[in-house]
């Protein structure tokens, strides 16, 4: 298992840009699959992006194009690069980590709160 712990969460204004991290209190090298979602209330937790041990990167199709994910491996840290912000993109997001087999886990988060103004 590892802990994660979010930050960079901020009210930010429609158009602009802001950058999540994740910090992970182990490894990351082995982790599978790590990845960053969010949650509005009422609705249920949705997948934003994902990144691959080996680099390989998933996006929702509301966000392509504008958000991009990176994991840097040495600082045990996932990133959430979001531009061009939309108010619709408010949120809480977690950090998520899975890892696969029998030592396998699925670690969240406790988020931290994305804010747009229109």
């Known amino acids: 298992q590892v802990q994660l712990v979010e930050s960079g969460g901020d009210l930010v204004q429609a158009g602009g840009s802001l950058r999540l991290s994740c910090k992970a209190s182990?490894?990351?090298?082995?982790?599978?699959?790590m990845g960053w979602y969010r949650q509005t209330p009422g609705k249920q937790r949705e997948l934003v992006a994902t990144?691959?041990?080996?680099?390989?990167?998933n996006y929702a199709d509301s966000v392509k194009g504008r958000f991009t994910i990176s994991r840097d491996n040495a600082k045990n840290t996932v990133y959430l690069q979001m531009n061009s912000l939309k108010p619709e993109d408010a949120a809480v997001y977690y950090c998520n980590a899975y890892k696969s087999g029998y030592h396998g886990f699925n670690s969240w988060g406790q988020g931290t709160q994305v804010t747009v103004s229109s």
């Open positions: 182990g490894s990351i090298f082995s982790i599978d699959f």
């Open positions: 990144i691959t041990s080996g680099g390989r990167t």
